[in-house]
Antibody
Framework: QVQLVESGGDLVQPGGSLRLSCAAS????????MIWMRQAPGKGLEWVSYIVKSGSNMYYADSVKGRFTISRDIAKNSLILQMNSLRADDTAVYYCARVMTTATLDIWGQGTMVTVSS | QSALTQPPSASGSPGQSVTISCTGTSSDVGTYNYVSWYQQHPGKAPKLMIYEVSKRPSGVPDRFSGSKSGNTASLTVSGLQAEDEANYYC??????????FGGGTKLTVL
C-alpha cells in the first residue's frame, strides 16, 4: 500500500527553525517528483516547494524562497523540508504529495501542523 | 487572494447535479490542459478527483466529471450523495514550474 507519513510539526517561535520529514512506503521517492504543500487554518492550498525526480533541481514559492530547503534522504526514502527564519504566516498544515503528472498530486500524506507563535 | 477564482459555496439536493467553476487567465487555465480538482473533507488531506481537465483517477466515481472552456474549468458532480459534501479546490499549471490554486468551494448537500 502506497503511503506518505509526515512528521516534525511543532510549535516554534518566530525566527526559529523546524525540520519536517515525509516517510514513504510502497513507492520510491527518487522515482518521482515530490512536493510540499501547505494549508493555513481555514485557508486554501499553497505549493511550497518541489524536487524533481533526479534531485538535481528544486523549486520554491516566492513566499519561502531563501528560508526553506527541500531535500531527500535516499537511504530512508524520505522527503525533507528544512524551514528556517519562520514567520507567523508560515503557520499551516504541511502536506507532502507525489506529483503524478504535470501539476497533478495523486498521493498525499495526512499532514503535520506547524504553528509559529511567541 | 487566490490566483484562480471559485465560488465560495455551492449546494444541491441528493440526486441532483451541481457544477463548480474555476476561472483563471490565459496564462494558466486558458493555456494548459493541466487542471486538477481536489476534494477535501474537514480535517483530512485533499484527494485527487479530476486531473488533466477531465480524467478520473482509478476509484473516483464517474459521477465526477471535469471540463474546460477558455479560461474557465468546471467540475460537475452528478447524482449528489451525502458523502460528496466537502471543500473542492481547483488547480492549474501556470508555466515556469508554477502551480496556482483556487480558494476552494464548500459543497453542501441539502
Amino acid at each position: 500500500q502506497v503511503q506518505l507519513v509526515e512528521s516534525g510539526g511543532d510549535l516554534v517561535q518566530p525566527g526559529g527553525s523546524l525540520r519536517l520529514s515525509c516517510a514513504a512506503s510502497g513507492l520510491t521517492l527518487s522515482d518521482h517528483y515530490m512536493i510540499w504543500m501547505r494549508q493555513a487554518p481555514g485557508k486554501g492550498l499553497e505549493w511550497v516547494s518541489y524536487i524533481v525526480k533526479s534531485g538535481s533541481n528544486m523549486y520554491y514559492a516566492d513566499s519561502v524562497k531563501g528560508r526553506f530547503t527541500i531535500s531527500r534522504d535516499i537511504a530512508k526514502n524520505s522527503l525533507i523540508l528544512q524551514m528556517n527564519s519562520l514567520r507567523a504566516d508560515d503557520t499551516a498544515v504541511y502536506y507532502c504529495a507525489r506529483v503524478m503528472t504535470t501539476a497533478t498530486l495523486d498521493i498525499w500524506g495526512q499532514g503535520t501542523m506547524v504553528t509559529v507563535s511567541s | 487572494q487566490s490566483a484562480l477564482t471559485q465560488p465560495p459555496s455551492a449546494s444541491g439536493s441528493p440526486g441532483q447535479s451541481v457544477t463548480i467553476s474555476c476561472t483563471g487567465t490565459s496564462s494558466d487555465v486558458g493555456t494548459y490542459n493541466y487542471v486538477s480538482w481536489y476534494q477535501q473533507h474537514p480535517g483530512k488531506a485533499p484527494k485527487l478527483m479530476i486531473y488533466e481537465v477531465s480524467k478520473r483517477p482509478s476509484g473516483v466515481p464517474d459521477r465526477f466529471s471535469g471540463s474546460k472552456s477558455g479560461n474557465t474549468a468546471s467540475l460537475t458532480v452528478s447524482g449528489l450523495q451525502a458523502e460528496d459534501e466537502a471543500n473542492y479546490y481547483c488547480s492549474s499549471y501556470a508555466g515556469n514550474y508554477n502551480v496556482v490554486f483556487g480558494g476552494g468551494t464548500k459543497l453542501t448537500v441539502l
